[in-house]
T-cell receptor, first 116, second 116 residues
Framework: EPEVTQTPSHQVTQMGQEVILRCVPI?????FYWYRQILGQKVEFLVS????????KSEIFDDQFSVERPDGSNFTLKIRSTKLEDSAMYFC??????????????FGAGSRLTVL | AQTVTQSQPEMSVQEAETVTLSCTYD???????LFWYKQPPSRQMILVIR??????QNATENRFSVNFQKAAKSFSLKISDSQLGDTAMYFC?????????????FGTGTRLKVLA
């Protein structure tokens, strides 16, 4: 079963440091997403990405955040200067768009970010 | 505004019993998809069941079924013969095609505990 892979599984960083969270979506998927979840609570949308550009972003996704698909397989989320409130679980997800499993969002296992 | 409401923050059910999780949503779109995702403790979100809004027949996946009431904008999940492994957070979500990309809206989740 194809899966979305995320690294690292857990990262601890100091406030103000840059963090890059990495994701490898399912290979033939076209739509990519980042969500975050604080302390097992609600799932918050950050950004969606299609055709090498951001298709939508939320209010949370401010100038401190950026996404990139540098090599056609990885999909990264960068937080430029982390704040305490960025501590959360970050989920990458992808959607194939068409074909089998169309419209279903497949999630990775998440990257837990702890900002001290 | 497009919203998903899960009015039950927590529920519990005895093993082998049946439980229903409620979900209501609001959208002006006529074509959309609805989903229930399961998130076991400290685990990734996995798809439980999905429903196309244009289909009147309620979706079923083994012990999981939905009651889709389009006019009422209601999409409840019924779990029959509950098992300990069903203990998880359950998220209701709907998806629309928005400006050429897929937009997913999630509810705040219902924490279900299956009791032995």
């Amino acid at each position: 079963e194809p899966e979305v892979t995320q690294t690292p599984s857990h990262q601890v960083t100091q406030m103000g440091q840059e963090v890059i969270l990495r994701c490898v979506p399912i290979s033939n998927h076209l739509y990519f997403y980042w969500y975050r979840q604080i302390l097992g609570q609600k799932v918050e949308f950050l950004v969606s990405f299609y055709n090498n550009e951001i298709s939508e972003k939320s209010e949370i996704f401010d100038d401190q955040f950026s996404v990139e698909r540098p090599d056609g397989s990885n999909f990264t989320l960068k937080i430029r200067s982390t704040k305490l409130e960025d501590s959360a679980m970050y989920f990458c997800a992808s959607n194939g768009g068409t074909g089998r499993g169309a419209n279903v969002l497949t999630f990775g296992a998440g990257s837990r970010l702890t900002v001290l | 505004a497009q919203t998903v409401t899960q009015s039950q923050p927590e529920m519990s059910v005895q093993e082998a019993e049946t439980v229903t999780l409620s979900c209501t949503y609001d959208t002006s779109e006529s074509n959309y998809y609805l989903f229930w995702y399961k998130q076991p403790p400290s685990r990734q979100m996995i798809l439980v069941i999905r429903q196309e809004a244009y289909k009147q027949q309620n979706a079923t996946e083994n012990r999981f079924s939905v009651n889709f009431q389009k006019a009422a904008k209601s999409f409840s999940l019924k779990i029959s013969d509950s098992q300990l492994g069903d203990t998880a957070m359950y998220f209701c979500a709907f998806m629309i095609l928005n400006s050429g990309t897929y937009k997913y809206i999630f509810g705040t989740g219902t924490r279900l505990k299956v009791l032995a």
